[in-house]
């Protein structure tokens, strides 16, 4: 059994609840809350995220025969084009923003810099929705408004990583985080219901909720997060209590030397040609590449397609199909998690994340060919899809991450976590991600 030792620094909440200090909650309480608020905090990020997707219908032109129609400068027969033009400048934004997050959040206070994160993505959320009551139609103020937004919310993932990996070991790394990644699917979901319900009464207050929504999680997580067991006084988790103690007592027994200096340098942080020298970063987010390439097209273009596109011969209306494409997300929920139990099953996760991902080549060319037929089999189809492609995602960003910036060979070193977490989504978000609003662009017809 851990016994907590003397806390650090407590969260403020801790101040207003004393309960919730140890001895009063064991370990595992405070690690189920870890995952709770990290839980709440990047859903939040996701949720505020997910309006763009939902107003595209109708900032854009409805029909080719109606270009006139939509939001200035989004409508005429460019359009489409201005749209996906907003989407690469967030993911640009945000892919250069994710290399200097991961940096960052070594070396500062993990909680601050994600409430901070989480503050300005609110923010900007609001900001955009108010050029709906400001009439604004200016293509560079929403293209300034993206950047900004972007650069915050790539604070996100690096923080909330590096906290998980903080409180969890490996084992059952897969199932735990296969669970808790599916934040990103419910944000998602909450984002397109919430956005799709407010779409009627102007598209601002799409912006708007989310916004505030995100604000309102950041206080929260401001207030409870933990970064890591040692803040609360407890030395680590599981059977690597075992493995420190017998580290400590080597220590003891021998002289300063190369080991000694390796051990004091436990909480420092890592640099870029290191990170990319672990064994398994470039593989991997080799692989995350192509995943989230598809991932990404849908997030952003999916109601888009959906309301552009006759289901049963009959084309649904702007909120049906911001509430329909969050069948893409249920499905990678379950696809997380699925991901996630099976790679710790068979002890692969490399084997697991392949196998989906060439599931989801027919998967994906089913729904594009059969999915207009009728309403059961978009949603089927839209559902195994979404469970294909979001399985290996969740699998790679989450347990492979933590994997691989915890490895033996760089000594446990958690602090390398966020820095080894920001690059291999760096790399796939300068191209992985960019990539889909780039190809709408460039190649979808459009609506001309």
Partial sequence: MVQPQEPVKLSPGFS??????????????????????????????HASRKPPSIVKSVLGPTLQSDSDSGWAPFNGPHGTHRLGELDLAFLTS?????????HIGDRIDLRLFLVFGMMGSGFLTILFGLGYWFSVHLLI????????????????????VAVVGNWFGKEKRGLIMGVWNSHTSIGNIIGSVVASGVLEFGWGWSFVVPGILIIFVGIFVFLFLVVRPEDLGFETTGKEVEMNVENEEKLENEEVGLLGMESSDSFQAIGFLEAWRLPGVAPFAFCLFFSKLVAYTFLYWLPFYIRHTAVAGVHLS??????LSTIFDVGGVFGGILAG?????????????????ILSIPALV??????????????SLMFISGLLVNGPYSLITT???????????IKGNSRALATVTCHYRWYWFCWGSSWPSFGWVYFHPGME
């Fill in 399 to 409: 347990a492979v991450a933590a994997d691989l910036g915890t490895q033996d060979l």
């Fill in 94 to 102: 945000y892919s250069l923003g994710m290399y200097f997050a991961g």
């Fill in 366 to 379: 089913l729904y594009r060919a059969y999915g207009s037929l009728s309403m059961i089999t978009n949603i």
């Fill in 341 to 357: 139990f099976i790679s710790d099953m068979i002890e692969a996760r490399a084997v697991t994340s392949v196998a989906f991902l």
């Fill in 16 to 45: 207003l609840f004393p309960s919730l200090k140890p001895p009063n909650k064991t370990l595992f309480f405070h690690q189920i809350t870890a995952l709770f608020v990290t839980f709440l905090a990047y859903a939040s990020f």
């Fill in 318 to 323: 702007h909120k049906t199909a911001g509430i």
């Fill in 141 to 160: 103020y929403f293209v300034v408004v993206q950047i900004l937004c972007g650069l915050f919310q790539s604070i996100g993932w690096p923080c909330v």
